[in-house]
Each structure stands twice: as structure tokens, then as C-alpha cells.
């Protein structure tokens, strides 16, 4: 039975990972972080009572900005795949914390590979680094392929260059089965909350619940390339089975705007949105940004209201990936569409919503709010 051993196993990716190499009869260990609340949420439906013998699903404490519990855990474990996804992932976040960002997500990976060094597993252990798009920030080619010249916008994307580097540095140093994976935005349910597709299914299906009245966000130009998280950690496990490690490009090949993901998720939903810009003209009737009348939109329907304390200090205004390697030499093909996943993401925030109205109505307090 192989061994994998993920970072960030508490996290949507590491969740769905941990799902399905336990699917294919792997031993999954995951490590996750001391904190003072419950933070397994995501993984609680394929937990494991450590009181059991046969534990094919195992959490270890650990950090990944603590060298001494990685080496710990990597000696104990012998895996055979290690995950590398645990992160700072936010990248507004890594503004306001851009040494602890540099921290986990830059020096993290080399305290993983080093580990696999010191421990003298370079030839048992494979490494797959959780690399991003925000990597092309201000894009020089379109679409963006692994070719296509880096140019990082934030902390985290510096830090996640670093990462980048440093796995194609011990692969070429150390002969060290490791790649990168660079993925653009994928998303799920399970999606954090903060990130901008859930904000929005979380935020409007509040809205249509009667929970909040307003739906505050960023630069709603922002064009990027969804998809799936489920199929982009299969992806994940597929980069690592291969004869010679190389780093591939993860995406759908397919770019939409935030205000297409709002418009979408309204749609679903069935409710009307009122963007602010548009407003009542003279005669009283609603009208869009260029006063025309806005059909089946009436005063009172849902508004969504630009906030600059969500502008980032650097933006990445637009990513779309070329995922044709992937598809020629693994024969990888996304599965679930933008729209299916945007559909499935509403109709779970939805159930939560209902929860929530229902118990507000019976006098109990709801969480609601969204930070950052
Ligand atoms: P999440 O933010 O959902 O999960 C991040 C995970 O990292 C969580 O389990 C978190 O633990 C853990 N973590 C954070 N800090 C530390 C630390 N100091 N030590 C150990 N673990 C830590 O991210 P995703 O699942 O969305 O992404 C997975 C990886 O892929 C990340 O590295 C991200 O940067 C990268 N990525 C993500 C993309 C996306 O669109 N989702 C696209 C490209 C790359 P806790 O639960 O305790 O907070
Ligand atoms: P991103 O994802 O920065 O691409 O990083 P996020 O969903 O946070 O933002 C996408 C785009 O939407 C714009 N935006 C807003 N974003 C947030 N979070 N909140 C808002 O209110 C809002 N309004 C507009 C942003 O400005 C941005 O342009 C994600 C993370 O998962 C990274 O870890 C990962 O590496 C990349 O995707 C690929």
C-alpha cells in the first residue's frame, strides 16, 4: 500500500486529495495545525478514530513553519508522495502578513525538501509543489502556458516563486522526483469562505434568505479561469505517476469576470441584482449603468456595491491558462464546468442559508459576516 503524505490536508485541496488517493487504497497521513477551535470541518466525514489499528487515514500536528515537526513526521511516515499544499493562500491576506506568507509558503517547501534530503528518501519520496497562476500576475502572453516568463503582483506570488524554484532546483540538484503543479483558480463548495466565488454564492444566497441586504466587492472586472477542484487534484496525483517528473499548466482554457460569476450565481438563484451605477432615472424607472431601463429589475431588489477595501495594492486583472500539455502527454480533461460548479457551490450555501433563516426566526444568532 502506498503512503502519501499531505500538507494542508485541512484545506479544500487537501480535503478532496485526501478523498480520493483514499479511493485509490492509499495510507493518506495529513498534517494539520494546532488551533484553538476545531479545524477539521472538510475532512470530519473521512476521519478516523486513533484508537482504531488499521488507520488508513492519520493527522499529525505540524507546521510548516517548523522544520523540526516536518522532519519528524517525514521520518516517521516514509511516504512514498508527498502533497505540498499546505499555504497562506490568500493573496489580499499576504499584504497584511507578507513575512509569515514568505515564511509557510516560500521557506515551508524547502523545509519539506530538505527533510527529503537529510533523510536520504530523494529516491523513495516523491514531491508535488502546490504552484499557482498568480505566478504570471502581470500576464506577458495570453493564453499562459509553462513557457510563458513569470511576473509575481503580491507577496504570496513572490513567495510561491520561490517554491517554484526551489522544487526544479532539488530536482535538478538531487535527482528528487519533483514537479509543479500550476494551477489557476479552482473552486468547490468547499471553497474558503473569503475567496471570491464563495463569497459571492455564500453572500447572495444569504441575501435571498433575507440575511444580509448587500453584497460589498472588490474589482468585479477581474477575469480568471475557473475550475473544479475535484478534478484539478487528480491532476495532482497524475503529475506524480509519471516515468520523469515535469511541471505542468492546470487549467480549463476558458476566462470569465467576477460580475459574469455574480450574474450566474443570481441567475441561479432566481434572484434580480441591482449593481451600484445603476439607479432610478428621472422618471423613476431602474435603469443599468448606461440609464438604459434595466428589464425585471425593481427599487429594493439586490445590491451589490463596490467596497475599495477590497482593491489589492497590486492587481492581477486577468489569467487564462493553456492546458494542452496536460491534456497531450496525461491525458487530463476537466470534467465540471464552470457553470455546474458555480450551480452546485449555490445550491450548498443555500441549504446553509436556510439553516440560518430558520434559525434566526427562532431567535438564534447566524454567522454572516466576510472579512477580506
Ligand atoms: P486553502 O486555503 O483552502 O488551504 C490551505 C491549507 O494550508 C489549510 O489546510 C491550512 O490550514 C494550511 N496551512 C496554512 N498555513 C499553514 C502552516 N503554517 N502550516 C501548515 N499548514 C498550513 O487552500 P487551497 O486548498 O485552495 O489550495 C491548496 C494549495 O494550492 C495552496 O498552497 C494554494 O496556495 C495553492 N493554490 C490554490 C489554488 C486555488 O485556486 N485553490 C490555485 C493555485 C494554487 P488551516 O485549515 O488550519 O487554515
Ligand atoms: P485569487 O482569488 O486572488 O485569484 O487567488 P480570489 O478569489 O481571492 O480573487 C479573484 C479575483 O477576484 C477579485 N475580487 C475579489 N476577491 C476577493 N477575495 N474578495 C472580493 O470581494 C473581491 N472582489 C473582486 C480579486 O481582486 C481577484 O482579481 C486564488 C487563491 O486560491 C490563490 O491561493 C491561488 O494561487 C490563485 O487563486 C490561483
New binding site residues.
Partial sequence: MKKALITGVTG?DGSYLAEFLLGKDYEVHGIKRRASLFNTQRIDHIYEDPHLIDRRFVLHYGDLTDSSSLTRIIQEVQPDEIYNLG?Q????VSFESPEYTADVDAIGSLRILEAIRILGLEKKTRFYQ?????LFGLVQEIPQKETTPFYPR?P??VA?LYSYWITVNYREAYGIYACNGI?????SPR??E???????TRGLANIAQGLEKC??????N???DWGHAKDYVRMQWMMLQQDQPEDFVIATGEQHS?RQFIEWSANELGISLLFEGQGLNERGIVTNVCGEKAPGIKVGDVIIR??PR???PA???T?LGDPEKAKQELGWIPEISVQQMCAEMIAEDLKVAQRHAFLKANGHDVPVS?E?
Fill in positions: 479544500q499555504a493562500s490568500h493573496v489580499a502546490a504552484s499557482t497562476s498568480e503580491s504570496y506570488a510561491k494551477l489557476f483558480n479552482h473552486e471553497r474558503g473569503t475567496f471570491v466565488t464563495r463569497k459571492i453584497l460589498y466587492m472588490g474589482n468585479m477581474a477575469l480568471r467576477v463596490v467596497d477590497y482593491f489589492r492587481e492581477v486583472e489569467l466576510v477580506k
